[in-house]
């Protein structure tokens, strides 16, 4: 197999390492995730990660909770999945560098752009934690604003859901899936599959991003080697 990307930006939901139950780290899909990674970065493709957190906490679902504390707390949560991922990732011989933008010196490394494309060069794989470092930001955002940091190929946007649909599968049996998107039907649609900011954003830096679904987890390895899957949007 051979890969059409040279750098990737791998987008994943929180919710795509839990359990059964939706919540916390579940072993087994950690594993499943870190084999993929190795794979990918065995094909010669330099791997970046943005992981999210709502397997552990979801700041918007209120609370009376003031917004900037509950997103700070959701950017913790990012955090303790990407420290996750970096060491079942390390377990299968990689180097891997966690890069956060709030400073947390004695878990991770404070975010700097030349050093995390200086870690891709090298064929380290590299976990943005922690968002944009800023709140009312969301996960997407801050993929979007990384993959033009450090000139990615295509955003892969992993989730629990096959592509992009014109309603919810899960509640609309005759939900109409979209082979293919522009960044201008998201937006005029209200899809929800990511915020406007996030949209806007690679729209504006002409990156394209691929709506699929993490599990099998092959499917990463198809995606970058240009198999048709999922929702692409450009």
Known sequence: MKAIYKTVLLKMSGEALSGENGFGIDNEKLGMVADEIKQLHDLGVRVAIVVGGGNFWRGRTGYGMDRATADYMGMLATTINALALQDSIEQRGLSVRVQSPIEMREICEP?????????????????????????????????????????????????????????????????????????????????????????????????????????PPENIIRAVCGEKIGTIIK
């Open 111 to 215: 975010y700097i752009r030349r050093k995390a494309v200086t870690h891709l060069d090298k064929g380290y794989v590299v976990i943005f934690a922690a968002g944009t470092g800023s709140p009312f930001f969301s996960t997407d955002t801050a993929a979007s604003l990384r993959a033009a940091e450090i000139n990615a190929d295509i955003i892969l946007s992993a989730k629990n859901i096959d592509g992009v649909y014109d309603s919810d599968p899960k509640i609309n049996k005759d939900a109409k899936k979209f082979d293919e998107l522009s960044f201008i039907d998201i937006i005029d649609k209200d899809l929800k599959v990511m915020d406007v900011t996030a949209a806007s954003m690679c729209m504006d830096n002409n990156i394209p991003i691929l709506v699929f679904a993490l599990m």
